[in-house]
């Protein structure tokens, strides 16, 4: 069972920036890190959980929610099995538990991470 861990989260002020990371391990014999597609996610208290972003595995694609286009960046170091999302311009409604979501081959519901606080103060 793969194993997810996220860090980076904290207090930032509105306009600042954060790097989260997400860190795997624990890859059932015959998978490896490259083989999952990743996606970072975010939670308020009283909302569901939003999709923010996404990197393909091979090709490494990438897709954004719009409100955060331009300003977030996803990315992954296969080698290091390890997944990024960098955020900047943060701003106070960029507020939530960031999420880690692992994939493999894009199937089924994946492993989640215990989350990341992140709190953008005005």
């Known amino acids: 069972q793969v194993q997810l861990v996220e860090s980076g989260g904290g207090l930032v002020q509105s306009g600042g920036s954060l790097k989260l990371s997400c860190t795997a391990s624990g890859f059932p014999p015959g998978r490896t890190f490259n083989m999952y597609v990743v996606r970072w996610y975010r939670q308020v208290p009283g909302k569901e959980r939003a999709l923010v972003a996404s990197i393909a595995t091979v090709s490494r694609v990438t897709n954004y929610a719009d409100s955060v286009k331009d300003r977030f960046t996803i990315s992954r170091d296969n080698g290091k099995n390890m997944a990024y999302l960098q955020m900047n311009s943060l701003k106070p409604e960029d507020t939530a538990v960031y999420y880690c979501?692992?994939?493999?081959?894009?199937?089924?519901?994946?492993?989640w991470g215990q989350g990341t606080q992140v709190t953008v103060s005005s």
């Open positions: 979501n692992a994939r493999y081959l894009n199937l089924g519901n994946g492993t």
